[in-house]
């Protein structure tokens, strides 16, 4: 069974930091770029930061460029989000998800999401 | 990376067809054929309905279609079903590898 699992959510004070990760199953991990969606609460999703296969490539929505890096290890199927300099509209359920392929922007298979809220 | 503009809501009645509208400018809708549609119910992760503008992943019904003009996409979904009541989600490839989305879009289900 394909599947994606979340992990490293929680509570965390402005200013802080947070690694998420995502754990993958199912599928060729090292062949699909993957990504990561967040959504606040009662706010539509917004793409955050995406990963080629091999992971020499990636990208960084405007409002967290310079503050998160996207990482993967294909040898344990593993993507991870390092978050720092944490600000309370960083709130989110954060989704991990795998391309369709590199180039379509789709995504076809997501987690389960994990929560974190930046709070003081 | 501003977002695409749905409306916030939709509605119809069983067996009826609803259509769903996003638009986007030329920097992204309007500059390839990488709009993808998502649904997603209260509590759960989207599930991609449409990709490439009009394509089904395998599994969703072909209830759901997807179609483009200029800057602007749509999903219609026929036959409505008391099930398809979800929050609907456009995205759009919009350069450099960056992906974005719109709003999202209540449909009730009457």
């Known amino acids: 069974e394909v599947q994606l699992l979340e992990s490293g959510g929680g509570l965390v004070q402005p200013g802080g930091s947070l690694r998420l990760s995502c754990a993958a199953s199912g599928f060729t991990f090292k062949s699909y770029a993957m990504t990561w969606v967040r959504q606040a609460p009662g706010k539509g999703l917004e793409w955050v930061s995406g990963i080629s296969g091999g992971g020499t490539r990636t990208q960084y929505a405007d409002s967290v460029k310079g503050r998160f890096t996207i990482s993967r290890d294909n040898s344990k199927n593993t993507q991870y989000l390092q978050m720092n300099s944490l600000r309370a509209e960083d709130t989110a359920v954060y989704y991990c998800a795998k391309y369709l392929k590199w180039e379509s922007g789709a995504f076809d298979i997501w987690g389960q999401g994990t929560m974190v809220t930046v709070s003081s | 990376q501003s977002a695409l503009t749905q409306p916030p809501s939709a509605s119809g009645s069983p067996g009826q067809s609803v259509t769903i509208s996003c638009t986007g400018t030329?920097?992204?809708?309007?500059?390839?054929?990488?709009v993808s549609w998502y649904q997603q119910h209260p509590g759960k992760a989207p599930k991609l309905m449409i990709y490439e503008v009009n394509k089904r992943p395998s599994g969703v019904p072909d209830r759901f279609s997807g179609s483009k003009s200029g800057n602007t996409a749509s999903l219609t979904v026929s036959g409505l079903q008391a099930e398809d009541e979800a929050d609907y989600y456009c995205s759009s490839y919009a350069g450099s590898n960056s992906v974005v989305f719109g709003g999202g879009t209540r449909l009730t289900v009457l």
């Open positions: 030329s920097s992204d809708v309007g500059s390839n054929n990488f």
